[in-house]
């Protein structure tokens, strides 16, 4: 391995060590910030099939954990005023009105409220994710599977473009324009992309595809015969999933609920700002008043999709570790293994990117201990 490592969390680089020796394939980045301070930023294991060794600046496609920096973009709206939570979508894109969606808020949106999950029996093929256009008229015509505010169903890839096209409506920018001028250029982010230009395609790690999950359609086809699972089928299984996400093509389209391409170095950075009250370094991203509203837990109900309750923010989902859950913690875990999040009661921060997809939809183990170690590490520094 290589990088910084802070005596004071030294078992979190203990315990990458530890994941990558177990996982004998692949490489894998960790970052940590405490107290407004990178204390932790190490990588290692293999970039590539070649053996090539993951490098400081070696970028991963992190599938769900992008939702996280999307619904941060949004609240840099909300933080100017551009944008408010219990305002209807269509107020900042009419279209969206239509199928009945005409009171659905922002709130809704964020909360996984909608009943807007649906995208395998919305599009005929996972091609169609790589049309912006085509994949927000489809969901501005697209019905409620339920009365929004009465349920919550985990939008497990079209939460990018809702959140996304709000975004766009509203700045001008698309998403992956917002979030480099808005996110990553004031932070000095070096790898936090949605949608990766041509020029950095040389630092992404290639995915090394362990986990069938999400890989059959046969297995999509018979989990929506069931009850019990076809919301998670619908919402995460359109035909032809990965081999779109694992297509050169989509490393450079904007698809900002399954996309993402970071560094830890950036995630952790980021949400190093949210756990510091909005800023950062002097760079202000957001105001304290935010970010305590946009960490408030808005639904404790099990989740349609999920099957467990996952206590939504607004945007983030709450945050379990090795070493317990973290009450004031917010985050999001991607598919694969990947994951970042914020604990504004201890200034903390944590990121892990990785290329060994393994672990369910919602993550795996990996996160879970590597952020219970840096629990345990924030704990003992005080």
Same mark, same amino acid.
């Given at each position: @391995?290589?990088?910084?490592?802070?005596?004071? !969390?030294?078992?979190?680089?203990?315990?990458?060590?530890? +994941?990558?020796r177990a996982q004998r394939v692949g490489g894998a980045a960790v970052c940590v910030y405490h107290a407004g301070e990178c204390v932790i930023d190490v990588w290692g294991g293999d970039r590539n099939a070649a053996g090539?060794?993951?490098?400081?600046?070696? @970028?991963?496609?992190? !599938?769900?954990?992008?939702?996280?920096?999307?619904?941060?973009?949004?609240?840099?709206?909300?933080? %100017?005023?551009?944008?408010? $939570?219990?305002?209807?979508?269509?107020?900042?894109?009419?279209? !969206?009105?239509?199928?009945?969606?005409?009171?659905?808020?922002?709130? +809704?949106?964020?909360?996984?409220?909608?009943?807007?999950?649906?995208?395998?029996?919305?599009?005929?093929?996972?091609?169609?994710?790589?049309?912006?256009?085509?994949?927000?008229?489809?969901?501005?015509? +697209?019905?409620?599977?339920?009365?929004?505010?009465?349920?919550?169903?985990?939008?497990?890839?079209?939460?990018?473009?809702?959140?996304?096209?709000?975004? %766009?409506?509203?700045?001008?920018?698309?998403?992956?324009?917002?979030?480099?001028?808005?996110?990553?250029?004031?932070?000095?982010?070096?790898?936090?992309?949605?949608?990766?230009?041509? *020029?950095?395609?040389?630092?992404?790690?290639?995915?090394?595809?362990?986990?069938? !999950?999400?890989?059959?359609?046969?297995?999509?086809?018979?989990?929506?015969?069931?009850?019990s699972t076809q919301h998670l089928a619908d919402a995460l299984l359109p035909d032809g999933v990965l081999d779109v996400l694992w297509s050169q093509e989509a490393l450079g389209a904007e698809i900002p609920g399954a996309?993402?391409?970071?560094?830890?170095?950036?995630?952790? %950075?980021?949400?190093?700002?949210?756990?510091?009250?909005?800023?950062?370094?002097?760079?202000?991203?957001?105001?304290?008043?935010?970010?305590?509203?946009?960490?408030?837990?808005?639904?404790?109900?099990?989740?349609?999709?999920?099957?467990?309750?996952?206590?939504?923010?607004?945007? $983030?989902?709450?945050?379990?570790?090795?070493?317990?859950?973290?009450?004031?913690?917010?985050?999001?875990?991607?598919?694969?293994?990947?994951?970042?999040?914020?604990?504004?009661?201890?200034?903390?921060?944590?990121?892990?990117?990785?290329?060994?997809?393994?672990?369910?939809?919602?993550?795996?183990?990996?996160?879970?201990?590597? *952020?219970?170690?840096?629990?345990?590490?924030?704990?003992?520094?005080?």
């Amino acid at each position: @391995m290589d990088g910084f490592v802070h005596p004071d !969390f030294a078992p979190v680089a203990a315990e990458l060590g530890r +994941q990558l020796r177990a996982q004998r394939v692949g490489g894998a980045a960790v970052c940590v910030y405490h107290a407004g301070e990178c204390v932790i930023d190490v990588w290692g294991g293999d970039r590539n099939a070649a053996g090539e060794p993951w490098e400081r600046d070696t @970028m991963a496609l992190s !599938f769900s954990t992008t939702k996280g920096v999307t619904s941060t973009a949004l609240h840099v709206l909300a933080d %100017r005023g551009l944008v408010d $939570y219990d305002e209807p979508v269509a107020t900042y894109w009419p279209e !969206f009105a239509a199928g009945g969606k005409e009171a659905i808020t922002l709130r +809704q949106l964020l909360s996984h409220e909608s009943g807007l999950h649906p995208l395998r029996t919305l599009i005929d093929h996972a091609s169609r994710m790589l049309d912006w256009e085509h994949m927000v008229a489809a969901l501005a015509e +697209q019905a409620p599977r339920y009365r929004p505010g009465t349920k919550n169903a985990y939008q497990g890839i079209t939460f990018g473009w809702l959140v996304g096209e709000i975004v %766009r409506r509203v700045s001008g920018k698309s998403i992956g324009e917002f979030v480099q001028v808005e996110l990553a250029e004031p932070l000095g982010l070096d790898g936090l992309y949605i949608g990766v230009p041509p *020029s950095e395609h040389h630092r992404v790690a290639q995915l090394t595809r362990i986990s069938p !999950f999400l890989g059959s359609d046969k297995v999509a086809d018979w989990l929506m015969r069931r009850p019990s699972t076809q919301h998670l089928a619908d919402a995460l299984l359109p035909d032809g999933v990965l081999d779109v996400l694992w297509s050169q093509e989509a490393l450079g389209a904007e698809i900002p609920g399954a996309n993402g391409v970071f560094t830890a170095r950036s995630l952790a %950075r980021l949400y190093a700002a949210l756990a510091c009250g909005g800023t950062l370094d002097g760079v202000r991203i957001l105001s304290p008043e935010t970010v305590t509203m946009l960490s408030a837990i808005q639904n404790r109900r099990p989740d349609l999709v999920v099957g467990a309750p996952l206590h939504w923010r607004l945007g $983030y989902h709450s945050i379990v570790t090795s070493a317990g859950i973290v009450p004031e913690a917010f985050g999001h875990w991607g598919y694969g293994g990947s994951g970042a999040w914020a604990d504004p009661s201890r200034e903390l921060s944590v990121a892990l990117v990785l290329n060994r997809v393994a672990g369910t939809p919602f993550g795996d183990m990996r996160m879970v201990r590597m *952020s219970g170690a840096a629990l345990r590490c924030a704990n003992r520094r005080g």
